[in-house]
């Protein structure tokens, strides 16, 4: 199964895949935005979908490129890092448990869920899932 997601197609089609996520979700990702004074907001309809995802103790590992994120993260319980390199990090990038992958142009934005030109692509394949996890797992390991 391979999806492609169009625009504001991303949360309609990612929250509910959040939502029955069990084991893991590993993210990469270049701008993530944390809306708390606009619970209303689509992204932070998103982000709530994570928090509910860790209290029902699925794994929440993600990789960006914001320190204020980071702190963000790890206070709902993430384990959230910053990579100690000079280089940006760029990709985008979501596993759910070891199963599906998420990626493309969609950074984690009012912006890309609502008005930006974007696509990504959510799909099962276990080779693809399989290499992107290991680029996971190297870019997590960074100390």
């Not at 980071?70 to 959230?80: D, I, R």
């Amino acid at each position: 199964m391979l999806k492609v997601i169009i625009g504001d197609q991303f949360p309609q089609i990612i929250i509910p895949a959040i939502e029955n996520s069990r084991v893991s979700l590993d993210v990469v990702m270049y701008d993530w935005r944390w809306y708390p004074q606009d619970p209303g907001a689509i992204t932070q309809k998103f982000n709530q979908a994570i928090v509910r995802a860790v209290r029902r103790g699925v794994r929440v590992r993600a990789i960006v490129n914001n320190n204020d994120i980071v702190n963000t993260l790890k206070s709902v319980g993430c384990q959230a890092r910053k990579l100690p390199i000079k280089n940006l990090v760029h990709s985008k990038l979501m596993i759910i448990d070891s199963r599906f992958f998420v990626t493309g142009s969609h950074n984690y934005t009012q912006h890309a869920f609502t008005q930006n030109i974007e696509l990504s692509l959510f799909g099962d394949d276990d080779v693809v899932v399989s290499e992107l996890t290991q680029f996971f797992v190297r870019l997590f390991s960074m100390i």
